[in-house]
Each structure stands twice: as structure tokens, then as C-alpha cells.
């Protein structure tokens, strides 16, 4: 009796989903500099800051997240997905107190919990510096000098720093903007048209 042979096929798949970089440094993007102006003093922080750190920061970022991590970005999924319930944090601060639910923060408190969000995003501000792309790390150590200024008003009390904090979240925000954006021109046009 002949043994009947086993036969192997390879099935190459090919990923076709799309880069979620781009939406997430969107959602970024957006979301902090609209917070920004707020602490540069154009306008109140109101419903549309809660709704854009909801939606764009949140949602935006996890989304990407989950996108990077079926990609097997582990950078990437982890960087956006926490930076994404890092907005959903910072609504429910905003909105839990203002329904009655429980207490706002302590200054104290909220700059430990600035602080720790500093301190996370250093190290993931290490690994930007293994990935290569300066957008990407220049976005990074923004947000890093972000977080321990805005530690460091809650504190300290100094309010006076609260401007330059806006400007640095600004800047940042922009950085995040400018990057998402070049990365969907240069896929548009298949080539580097705005370099990261």
C-alpha cells in the first residue's frame, strides 16, 4: 500500500489595511491644539474641548492603536491606545465632577497624575529614538515638556506658566497635525512630498 504524501501549499496574504498613523497624530493633533489655545487664554475650556478630547483624542487614537497593533506595531498600538484613554481620562475629569459624580481632582493629585503621564511618555520618548523619523520624536519630547509643565503648575500653583504650556502643547499639537498629514500626501502621491 503506497503512503499517501502530504502536500504543503504556502498562501502568501498580503495586508491591505491602510496606515492608522495618520488618524491617530489626527486625533492627536487636533485635540491638543484646541486645548492649547484654551490654556494660551483664547477661549474657556467648554464642550467642544470634552467633545474633541472624546472623540478626537480618544476615540481617534484607539482606534489607531488597535489598527497598529493587527499591523505588529507594539509601539504603535501601545502609544496610541494609552494616549487615546489618556483624552478619555482627561474628559471624565472635566465632566465627572460637573455631574455631580464625585470630586474634581486635588491640585496635588492631578500633578501626579501629570507627572506619571510625563514619565510614560519619556520612555516611550526612548523608543521614539530607536523608530528613526525626527516628527515622530520631536512630537515626543514636546509632549514630555508638556506633561512636567503642566505637573508643575498643579504643583506649584504658578498659573504664570500656563502660557507656556499653551504654546508648547501648540506646538506639539501642530508637530502631531503636520505629521498625520504628510504621511496621507506622501501615500497619496506615492512618494515624499512632505519629509518625517
Not at 492627536?28 to 477661549?43: F, P, R, T
Not at 499591523?71 to 501601545?78: A, R
Not at 519630547?141 to 506649584?156: D, E, K, P, S, Y
Request: charged letters at 10%.
Amino acid at each position: 500500500m503506497a503512503e499517501a504524501q502530504e502536500v504543503v501549499t504556502h498562501v502568501n496574504i498580503k495586508d491591505k489595511t491602510a496606515n492608522p498613523t495618520p488618524l491617530g497624530f489626527t486625533g492627536l493633533g487636533l485635540a491638543a491644539v484646541l486645548l492649547s489655545l484654551s490654556y494660551i487664554g483664547l477661549y474657556p475650556v467648554d464642550s467642544m474641548i470634552v467633545s474633541m478630547a472624546i472623540f478626537l483624542g480618544g476615540f481617534a487614537q484607539v482606534f489607531a492603536g488597535i489598527m497598529a497593533w493587527k499591523k505588529g506595531s507594539v509601539f504603535g498600538g501601545t502609544a496610541f491606545c494609552a494616549f487615546g484613554l489618556f483624552w478619555f481620562s482627561f474628559a471624565g475629569l472635566l465632566l465627572m465632577p460637573a455631574l455631580g459624580w464625585i470630586e474634581g481632582p486635588e491640585p496635588l493629585a492631578l500633578a501626579a497624575y501629570l507627572f506619571l503621564w510625563g514619565v510614560y511618555t519619556f520612555v516611550m520618548l526612548i523608543a521614539t529614538l530607536k523608530l528613526g523619523s525626527k516628527a515622530i520624536i520631536f512630537i515626543f519630547v514636546t509632549l514630555f515638556l508638556l506633561f512636567m509643565l503642566l505637573a508643575i503648575i498643579n504643583g506649584t500653583g504658578n498659573t504664570g506658566l500656563l502660557v507656556i504650556a499653551g504654546y508648547v502643547g501648540l506646538i506639539m499639537g501642530l508637530a502631531a497635525l503636520y505629521t498625520g498629514l504628510g504621511e496621507v500626501l506622501n501615500d497619496a502621491y506615492g512618494r515624499t512630498i512632505v519629509p518625517i
